[in-house]
């Protein structure tokens, strides 16, 4: 059940005195939704528990800073994307070369291997919204995951609610177009075997 606005005042209101058992409970009340979020924005596990957790690491070190008449899960997000962004940025900053030491041989693995390899681990629902920009992901995964209302979300991307909406549409749309296609490529798999 969720925590009502009084609940979550009370518990971010000990936590911010140092209260550890609040910390703890604010960390298990609001990491799987953070962590959920973040996934579907990287599609990547690894990064996702990376981000969520420096994110929870700013924000309880940063509790004093928090404006109690917004939702803090408003607040958490917008920590979490703000990291998850740094991140990427700080990926994009770095030169491809340091990725080197992380590749298998080809005695180990062929490109071809990894990539089936790949395939197989991701659902066709995950390889859609991968192929989704960016903003259209995020929009996406706010409002049906999250169940986000559009006008929280507008606040919390600072964009106008039209422009939240049509990226939600577009990103519908091109959602029906690749699950269409994932599936009719499914069904001619089937037929060929």
């Avoid at 197989?120 to 995951?145: C, G, K, M, W």
Wanted: glycine residues 4%.
């Amino acid at each position: 059940m969720p925590m009502t606005r009084q609940q979550e005042r009370s518990l971010l209101a000990r936590a911010a005195r140092g209260d550890r058992d609040a910390a703890g409970e604010c960390i298990r009340n609001f990491q799987g939704p953070l962590y959920a979020y973040i996934l579907r924005m990287s599609g990547r596990p690894d990064v996702a528990e990376d981000v969520v957790q420096e994110s929870f690491v700013r924000v309880l070190s940063n509790l004093d800073r928090y404006d109690p008449r917004f939702r803090f899960s408003t607040w958490l997000f917008t920590i979490g994307r703000r990291v998850y962004l740094n991140t990427q940025a700080r990926k994009r900053a770095t030169p491809s070369s340091d990725l080197i030491g992380h590749l298998p041989s080809a005695a180990q693995q062929s490109p071809v291997d990894a990539a089936d390899e790949h395939r197989a681990s991701t659902t066709d629902l995950d390889r859609a919204l991968n192929q989704l920009t960016p903003i259209q992901r995020e929009v996406l995964v706010l409002f049906h995951q999250l169940d986000w209302p559009i006008a929280l979300i507008a606040q919390h991307l600072d964009m106008p609610q039209g422009t939240v909406k049509s990226h939600l549409h577009r990103s519908r749309e091109r959602m029906r177009q690749l699950m269409t296609r994932s599936t009719d490529s499914n069904t001619l798999k089937g037929q060929h075997k």
